[in-house]
T-cell receptor
Framework: DTGVSQDPRHKITKRGQNVTFRCDPISEHNRLYWYRQTLGQGPEFLTYFQNEAQLEKSRLLSDRFSAERPKGSFSTLEIQRTEQGDSAMYLC?????????????FGPGTRLTVT | EDQVTQSPEALRLQEGESSSLNCSYTVSGLRGLFWYRQDPGKGPEFLFTLYSAGEEKEKERLKATLTKKESFLHITAPKPEDSATYLCAVQALGTDKLIFGTGTRLQVFP
């Protein structure tokens, strides 16, 4: 299967702990996106990369959140000092940049529960 | 501010009963409008991209249309396997981020 993969699929952590998620995009895609989704809501944009450059970051994104894409391939999203409000599904997507709007293909998500 | 509103929030249909889902949007300049399907506990699955008013796209029992203010997802003779949440998203000029609505939860009963 050559789709977007995410690891882990589920993470339970205690408040105050740090967590890190990984995303592997579709191999030929050069753009990678992170979104967050809570129950009953649509995905909310967090940040995106073109190759290794972080091009945009949501104003809503706390300083506790950081994302990297060091070699322009996989990406990691780290949340420091987790809070209960961070509990959500974290979704990764990838696309191939083009002149028109490029379809974003999503992975299965990482469900985070902060206790 | 760019915004997407979907209606209804939930829709229950009998198998074979056709209907439409609505997506109203406001965006500074539309680069594209996207429809996704999402099953419980899974990531959104891409369905369609529409770029300009008047455009239509079809896939099996689904047909998406676009005007300057809204998009419709028409479901013809739905089957129980069409049950899912359908998400609409817009992408504005100058950015790649998607702005999603809250979705329409569709249930199709046999």
């Amino acid at each position: 299967d050559t789709g977007v993969s995410q690891d882990p699929r589920h993470k339970i952590t205690k408040r105050g702990q740090n967590v890190t998620f990984r995303c592997d995009p579709i191999s030929e895609h050069n753009r990678l996106y992170w979104y967050r989704q809570t129950l009953g809501q649509g995905p909310e944009f967090l940040t995106y990369f073109q190759n290794e450059a972080q091009l945009e970051k949501s104003r809503l994104l706390s300083d506790r959140f950081s994302a990297e894409r060091p070699k322009g391939s996989f990406s990691t999203l780290e949340i420091q000092r987790t809070e209960q409000g961070d509990s959500a599904m974290y979704l990764c997507a990838s696309s191939l940049v083009s002149g028109r709007a490029g379809e974003q293909y999503f992975g299965p998500g990482t469900r985070l529960t902060v206790t | 501010e760019d915004q997407v509103t979907q209606s209804p929030e939930a829709l229950r249909l009998q198998e074979g009963e056709s209907s439409s889902l609505n997506c109203s949007y406001t965006v500074s300049g539309l680069r594209g409008l996207f429809w996704y399907r999402q099953d419980p506990g899974k990531g959104p699955e891409f369905l369609f991209t529409l770029y300009s008013a008047g455009e239509e796209k079809e896939k099996e029992r689904l047909k998406a249309t676009l005007t300057k203010k809204e998009s419709f997802l028409h479901i013809t003779a739905p089957k129980p396997e069409d049950s899912a949440t359908y998400l609409c998203a817009v992408q504005a000029l100058g950015t790649d981020k998607l702005i999603f609505g809250t979705g329409t939860r569709l249930q199709v009963f046999p």
